[in-house]
């Protein structure tokens, strides 16, 4: 068994193993979603924003290292805390904070709000605010790449509540017996709304639970970007070669609460500051600095464009329409070939 030192010294190795660009792209990727949640959940305390608000702040990590280790054709599919997969994927903060504020620009053109988020232009399949019900549709998306012989996969985010869900061991069957490009990625912050883990399983290692259909699995420290794109780099070979299915538990952590309305008073605040001691950003932060990448004059001129950019996009919603009530039955039905398969 190799020593403490050996283990360290390997992983300090593996987190300088990355170019300029790529350390820039997650300082950049996780800030973004970092400044634009922030200004969410101001905007909902002046109720600009209604309705359920669940923010990301904390789990930025485990989309900016996803997003850095897949290709362009791959397919995101996630539950209602989906801001930032389409913000790491490079959807307009405008027509983001748009749909939050249930104005026409929006993704959705203001009729999904901040739960059903949805950018066809960069393979965003949505938000999905039933807990679980994105999981099969996962599989059904990954079986539609398979069908038509792309190259392209299907990562499926999911919380940790939602594997209490029948849907979620279905699934996890058939993609594992039909061997499809999937990857499932379990975004396990330690509590299902106010629920801790360890209340509502004996298994509280859920990474386990693909054992179960011998799917590949692994629990990953996703307070890392590093980490993560490591293991969805190797989830993504390993279903690009056919050889199916992988489940991922992402370790991460929200700092807030489960939604808006939460005060998150079922965790100490000695808890919570642990994991702010780990915070992603500013891991990677660090790296850029002591590695001398960039400067912290920088790195401040980065995030100050950042919070000029997010304000445009409160600018942008605020200026756009509402949805005229004629559209009120629009979007309902739609007749067209079922986008993923050829004839």
Same mark, same amino acid.
């Given at each position: 068994?190799?020593s403490?030192?050996?283990?360290?010294? /390997?992983?300090? *190795?593996? *987190?300088?193993?990355?170019?300029?660009?790529t350390?820039?792209?997650?300082?950049?990727?996780?800030?973004?979603?970092?400044?634009?949640?922030? *200004?969410?959940?101001?905007?909902?305390? &002046?109720?600009?924003?209604?309705?359920?608000?669940?923010l990301?702040?904390?789990?930025?990590?485990?989309?900016? !290292?996803? /997003?850095?280790?897949?290709?362009?054709?791959?397919?995101?599919?996630?539950?209602?805390?989906?801001?930032?997969?389409?913000?790491?994927?490079?959807?307009?903060?405008?027509?983001?904070?748009?749909?939050?504020?249930? &104005?026409?620009?929006?993704?959705?053109?203001?009729?999904?709000?901040?739960?059903?988020?949805?950018?066809?232009?960069?393979?965003?399949?949505?938000?999905?605010?039933?807990? !679980?019900?994105?999981?099969?549709?996962?599989?059904?998306i990954?079986? /539609?790449?398979k069908?038509? *012989?792309?190259?392209?996969?299907?990562?499926c985010?999911?919380?940790?509540?939602?594997v209490r869900?029948?849907?979620?061991?279905?699934?996890?069957?058939?993609?594992?017996?039909?061997?499809?490009?999937?990857?499932?990625?379990?975004?396990?912050?330690?509590?299902?709304?106010?629920?801790?883990?360890?209340?509502?399983?004996?298994?509280?290692?859920?990474?386990?639970?693909?054992?179960?259909?011998?799917?590949?699995?692994e629990?990953?420290?996703?307070?890392?970007?590093?980490?993560?794109?490591?293991?969805?780099?190797?989830?993504?070979e390993?279903?690009?070669?056919?050889?199916?299915?992988?489940?991922?538990?992402?370790?991460?952590?929200?700092?807030?609460?489960?939604?808006?309305?939460?005060?998150?008073?079922?965790?100490?605040?000695?808890?919570?500051?642990?994991?702010?001691?780990?915070?992603?950003?500013?891991?990677?932060?660090?790296t850029?600095?002591?590695?001398?990448?960039?400067?912290?004059?920088?790195?401040k001129?980065i995030?100050d464009?950042?919070?000029?950019?997010?304000?445009?996009?409160?600018?942008?919603?605020?200026?756009?329409?509402?949805?005229?009530?004629?559209?009120a039955?629009?979007?309902?039905?739609?007749?067209?070939?079922?986008?993923?398969?050829?004839?």
């Amino acid at each position: 068994m190799a020593s403490t030192e050996t283990k360290s010294k /390997a992983k300090s *190795k593996a *987190k300088t193993a990355y170019p300029k660009d790529t350390y820039m792209y997650w300082y950049r990727s996780m800030l973004l979603q970092r400044r634009f949640e922030e *200004k969410a959940g101001q905007l909902y305390l &002046k109720q600009k924003i209604r309705g359920f608000c669940h923010l990301y702040i904390g789990q930025e990590a485990s989309t900016s !290292g996803a /997003a850095s280790a897949l290709q362009k054709g791959d397919k995101w599919i996630t539950a209602y805390r989906d801001h930032g997969h389409p913000l790491a994927l490079g959807t307009s903060p405008n027509k983001i904070m748009a749909e939050l504020f249930a &104005k026409n620009t929006g993704v959705s053109r203001g009729k999904g709000g901040s739960m059903h988020l949805f950018d066809k232009e960069v393979n965003f399949m949505g938000g999905h605010g039933i807990v !679980g019900g994105q999981i099969p549709l996962g599989a059904g998306i990954a079986f /539609a790449e398979k069908y038509n *012989k792309t190259d392209n996969l299907c990562i499926c985010y999911m919380g940790d509540g939602a594997v209490r869900q029948g849907a979620f061991h279905e699934a996890l069957n058939i993609a594992m017996t039909w061997k499809l490009p999937v990857i499932y990625v379990i975004e396990n912050n330690g509590y299902a709304m106010g629920t801790s883990v360890k209340r509502t399983s004996n298994v509280t290692e859920l990474h386990q639970l693909g054992e179960a259909y011998d799917m590949p699995s692994e629990g990953v420290d996703a307070m890392s970007v590093e980490n993560v794109h490591e293991a969805v780099a190797r989830a993504a070979e390993r279903a690009r070669k056919g050889d199916g299915p992988t489940l991922l538990e992402f370790k991460t952590y929200r700092f807030k609460g489960h939604s808006m309305s939460d005060p998150a008073k079922y965790r100490t605040k000695e808890e919570l500051e642990h994991y702010k001691s780990l915070d992603s950003i500013e891991q990677v932060k660090q790296t850029i600095l002591s590695k001398k990448m960039s400067t912290e004059e920088e790195l401040k001129a980065i995030d100050d464009e950042i919070k000029a950019q997010v304000q445009e996009s409160v600018d942008f919603a605020e200026d756009s329409p509402y949805p005229d009530a004629s559209e009120a039955f629009e979007d309902v039905y739609v007749q067209t070939d079922y986008p993923f398969i050829k004839e």
